[in-house]
């Protein structure tokens, strides 16, 4: 068993779904929903799990923190997540993205703990993946007041944060680098980042992994 790593790992849940047309939280793979697969993932290294969205019917898996400013995106969950965080890192995760490999998220939060960092993101091929998040907790203040003037989009966000705490401060982690993607194309670490926001998207999905769409 790994050893449980001082993070809160935030579930993004909330969201409009509206490309998908249904609620994607609740799409099923293999009988588990994509909540249930993502809260596992972050249940095999972190020392606390929660939801992070206004999703009451989901507090049957894990602790549920509701935004504090719905409808206004991610950022405002993870405002909302840095402030109920029970550990000094808190971490996010988007509920569609379900074939991320745990080794990946825990081996890249490893490695971010291990350093002098506040804050860190995930990069494929020079592509930020905005909304895989690792933040050190005291960071919730300033994130609340950037979030609370309007700055809503986390790749903003994201190179904002980064001209105010300084050069170092946020680590950006090439997931091509990790030991469990080694000997992986750069295609392939690209394709476990691919994030379901469509019908279309769910079907290939569905039909690469050889399963029955539910
Ligand atoms: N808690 C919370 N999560 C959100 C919010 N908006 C999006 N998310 C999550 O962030 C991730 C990326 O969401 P998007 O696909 O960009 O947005 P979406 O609203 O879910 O879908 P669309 O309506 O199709 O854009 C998903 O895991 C969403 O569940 C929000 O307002 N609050």
């Known amino acids: 068993m790994l050893e449980l790593l001082p993070i809160t790992g935030f579930v993004l849940a909330g969201g409009r779904s509206s490309r998908m047309g249904r609620d994607k939280a609740l799409l099923e793979l293999d009988g588990r929903t994509l909540t249930e697969i993502a809260i596992g993932k972050l249940r095999e290294f972190c020392a606390e799990v929660a939801v992070a969205g206004s999703r009451e019917d989901l507090s049957g898996l894990a602790r549920v923190v509701p935004d504090l400013r719905p409808g206004l ?11 109920a965080s029970t550990q000094p890192w808190a971490l996010f995760v988007p509920v569609d993205a379900p074939i991320v490999p745990v080794e990946l998220l825990q081996q890249w939060a490893e490695l971010v703990l ?22 050190r907790k005291e960071l919730g203040a300033r994130i609340g007041e950037m979030v609370g003037a309007g700055e809503l989009r986390l790749l903003r966000l994201w190179l904002r944060l980064d001209v105010m705490l300084g050069p170092g401060s946020l680590l ?6 990790l030991p469990c ?3 992986w194309t750069s295609t392939e670490v690209a394709n476990v980042f691919a994030n379901i926001n469509t019908p279309e ?14």
């Open 181 to 183: 993607t080694r000997g």
């Open 172 to 177: 950006a982690v090439e997931a091509e680098t």
């Open 201 to 214: 998207d769910w079907n290939s999905l569905a039909t690469r992994l050889g399963q029955q769409n539910q």
């Open 114 to 135: 291990r350093t002098e960092a506040k804050g860190s993101y995930l990069s494929v091929v020079g592509q930020v993946q905005p909304a895989f998040i690792l933040l």
């Open 73 to 83: 995106g991610p950022a405002a969950a993870v405002e909302a997540g840095l402030s």
